[in-house]
């Protein structure tokens, strides 16, 4: 059974920074693709970023430039480097991935509160 496990997220200022880290229990060849979602108090999950087994990330538009998602295939680990962070940003963050069969797989989130 694969499992995604997400963590780094806290509390933080308006301004501020966290990498989030999404680790994965098998090799992330094993993955066409992942992502990083997320979803605020009383909203819908949204996507936050997408990569694919090749290529680089893609982003809401709304996110690009404050946020980076990136991966390293010895730790099969994903990231999600996020920027200037803003009260917006409060979220639960989910780790999503999707194999090659087309199952998709979930972690459990983690909690982002950006506050002062």
């Known amino acids: 059974q694969v499992q995604l496990v997400e963590s780094g997220g806290g509390l933080v200022q308006p301004g501020g920074s966290l990498r989030l880290s999404c680790a994965f229990s098998?090799?992330?060849?094993?993955?066409?693709?992942m992502a990083w979602y997320r979803q605020a108090p009383g909203e819908q999950r949204e996507l936050v970023a997408r990569?694919?087994?090749?290529?680089?990330?893609t982003y809401t538009e709304s996110l690009k430039g404050r946020f980076t998602m990136s991966r390293d295939f010895a730790k099969n680990t994903v990231y999600l480097q996020m920027n200037s962070l803003k009260s917006e940003d409060t979220a639960v963050y989910y780790c999503?991935?999707?194999?090659?069969?087309?199952?998709?797989?979930w972690g459990k989130g983690t909690l982002v509160t950006v506050s002062s």
């Open positions: 999503n991935a999707e194999d090659n069969s087309g199952r998709e797989y």
């Open positions: 098998s090799s992330i060849f094993n993955f066409n693709a």
């Open positions: 990569i694919f087994k090749i290529g680089s990330p």
